[in-house]
């Protein structure tokens, strides 16, 4: 596609639900990254894979935290025992290449709110 | 201490004033440095990176002092649609090579 394509655009969840949140990359685009982004905070690294390899979860804030990719494009985001500090928006962002000298293009967010 | 440190704001210019932001980051061996964009409720958007000799594209200029571990970004003639959260981004070794850190944002209003 021609963007980073995030679905849903809003998730409200009870406490302790499930959730997925998606990511659909650019076409093409080696890397994908996941961030968590905080009102008034800029985004806070989550994870990061290269095609469907997993290179970095060390952000993830706990182990109801997991991340797939399992084809090497769309990747998900799931989030178990839903609490309230979820709260945030989730962004994914994709870039062409593994470094870092290419600055990367984000997508739209779900913004995820947990009563 | 923060990894990526920024002045919070908010910036409130009028138009066509000259606003200047600072950045600072803690790790000496970082390697790559960026201004990204935010609108409010919006994703960041890259702005532009941010290279040793210094940089200009159109009224932003942006400056890094590797030897200070500082990022400075210089809008010119400001205009209302320069309104946005201004985020400074830096390349982190100690973490993943891959992973960018992003510092809290400056928030800019350009008043008419």
């Known amino acids: 596609g021609a963007g980073v394509s995030q679905s849903p655009r809003y998730k409200v969840a009870k406490r302790g639900q499930d959730v997925a949140l998606r990511c659909d990359p650019i076409?093409?685009?080696?890397?994908l990254f996941w961030y968590q982004q905080a009102l008034g905070q800029g985004p806070e690294f989550l994870t990061y894979?290269?095609?469907?390899?997993?290179?970095?979860k060390s952000g993830l804030p706990s182990d109801r935290f997991f991340a797939e990719r399992p084809e090497g494009s769309v990747s998900t985001l799931k989030i178990q025992r839903t609490q309230q500090e979820d709260s945030a928006v989730y962004l994914c962002?994709?870039?062409?290449?593994?470094?870092?000298?290419?600055?990367?293009?984000f997508g739209s967010g779900t913004r995820l709110t947990v009563v | 201490r923060k990894e990526v440190e920024q002045d919070p704001g908010p910036f409130n210019v009028p138009e066509g004033a000259t606003v200047a932001f600072n950045c600072t980051y803690s790790?000496?061996?970082?390697?790559?440095f960026f201004w990204y964009r935010q609108d409010c409720r919006k994703e960041p958007k890259l702005l532009m990176s941010?290279?040793?000799s210094g940089n200009e594209d159109g009224r932003f200029t942006a400056q890094l002092n590797r030897a200070s571990q500082y990022i400075s970004l210089l809008i010119r003639d400001s205009k209302l649609s320069d309104s946005a959260t201004y985020l400074c981004?830096?390349?982190?070794?100690?973490?993943?090579?891959?992973?960018?850190?992003f510092g809290s944002g400056t928030q800019l209003t350009v008043l008419p």
């Open positions: 962002a994709s870039s062409l290449a593994g470094g870092v000298n290419y600055g990367y293009t």
């Open positions: 076409s093409g685009h080696v890397s």
């Open positions: 894979f290269q095609n469907e390899a997993q290179l970095d």
């Open positions: 790790n000496s061996a970082s390697q790559s």
């Open positions: 941010v290279y040793s």
């Open positions: 981004v830096v390349n982190m070794i100690s973490g993943s090579a891959r992973q960018l850190t």
